[in-house]
């Protein structure tokens, strides 16, 4: 048996296919791919318009331009995230403040985010952690005190709270199609949606240098598109994500870890990680089995040496220091064999690290 990867991105022979013909056709941007491809994606997910562009962070940049954050605006975002939710902040010029997260699911915690609300809080970035729906109660939040709420939903393909679908629960939600992303589009690509009527006219806007129709430049832009051969891809795994959802569910199940679900939501499996009081010896017994496991993510944010300036820097975020270095995450994708399943099973059972 060869090694077991964390991730195997999803190729056939429909995406080669679709991959050809969008490249023979000599249309390879601003065609009907992307333009399809961003209304399938609204409509599986129920949101009001969705718009592909270049990756999940120009898709956080581009949600928070949208609503006009920028220097002098604060935005809440989770301690313990992929680096990314953090940096487009940064990357607008505003500034990220890290709340801590729940001790139970690992996504930001409402607790923490009324905290840290200040009147220069324009919005809150929640993070679908490893697919884990983040709690409803930011929705009150945010609507209570009028701030904005978007999901980072990079890692939640699929995912639901309360019966909506990630991509349709705040104002505006990011996803990302990096090659071990849940779907992907062969090559970087992002997504973002929104659920406001509002908003859609200028999501389109922003990632095609702020032009109208008449291709004039009404507000500051860049060209952020994604291109028709990522597009064609994109919409053929599309229409193979809920069945892969469905697998990784079965997969959490078959392994049988003990992980906590929110209730009333679904979690998309992105990642199935053991809260390990020795990751490194949990590493190495994965590594001596032949199977690909990794600490997602073992620096919180505010420590990373970009933020050695930030306010928080040396903030002790309770439980973001006490866990982030401890989650250990082991291959749970739905291109599983059996056999492989079998073999991550056992030697997660074997081990009492977990
Ligand atoms: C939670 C989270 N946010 C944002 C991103 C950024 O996405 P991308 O790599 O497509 O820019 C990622 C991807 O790694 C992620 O996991």
């Known amino acids: 048996m060869t090694r077991i990867p964390l991730a195997r991105p999803y ?20 065609g009907p ?9 609204a409509k599986w997910c129920g949101a009001v318009a969705a718009v592909p562009c270049q990756s999940g ?16 605006d604060e935005v809440i975002v989770p301690g313990m995230t992929f680096i990314a939710t953090a940096t487009s902040v940064s990357l607008v010029g505003a500034t990220p403040v890290f709340a801590d997260i729940e001790e139970e699911y690992w996504c930001i915690s409402p607790q923490d985010v009324e905290v840290k609300i200040t009147s220069k809080t324009k919005a809150v970035i929640g993070v679908h952690i490893f697919g884990q729906p983040f709690s409803s109660k930011l929705r009150e939040i945010c609507d209570e005190k009028k701030i904005a709420l978007i999901e980072d939903a990079a890692q ?5 709270l309360d019966g909506i679908k990630a991509g349709a629960i705040g104002d505006l939600a990011c996803f990302s199609f990096f090659p071990s992303k849940n779907m992907a589009v062969g090559g970087e690509g992002g997504m973002v949606t929104t659920t406001r009527k509002d908003l859609a006219d200028r999501l ?3 990632v095609d240098h702020g032009r109208d129709d008449a291709l004039e430049s009404i507000e ?4 952020l598109r994604m291109s028709e051969v990522n597009a064609a891809i994109g919409r053929i795994q599309l229409t193979k994500i809920d069945q892969w959802t469905s697998k990784r569910r079965s997969n959490s199940k078959f392994i049988e870890h003990e992980t906590l ?5 679904e979690h998309a499996w992105h990642q199935l990680c053991i809260l390990s009081d020795d990751p490194n010896l949990l590493i190495t017994k994965f ?15 505010n420590r990373h040496q970009v933020y050695s300036e930030h306010f928080q820097h040396k903030e002790n975020l309770v439980v973001c220091d006490k866990i982030a270095h401890k989650l250990v995450a082991i291959p749970i994708h739905p291109s599983l064999t059996h056999d492989e399943l079998s073999k991550i099973k056992a030697t997660l059972h074997s081990s009492s690290l977990c």
Request: glycine letters at 10%; hydrophobic letters at 40%.
């Open 57 to 72: 962070s120009a898709a956080l940049m581009v949600a928070l331009r949208l609503l006009g954050i920028g220097p002098g």
């Open 287 to 301: 590594d001596e089995a032949q199977i690909d496991a990794r600490v997602h993510y073992p620096i919180p944010c």
């Open 261 to 265: 679900t929110r209730p009333g939501s």
């Open 33 to 41: 791919q992307a333009q399809a491809f961003g209304e399938e994606f």
């Open 156 to 160: 939640a393909h699929g995912a639901s």
């Open 220 to 223: 500051l832009g860049t060209n």
């Open 11 to 30: 190729w056939d022979e429909e995406c080669q296919e679709a991959a050809v013909n969008v490249l023979s056709s000599g249309r390879w941007v601003k």
């Open 204 to 206: 389109r806007r922003l």
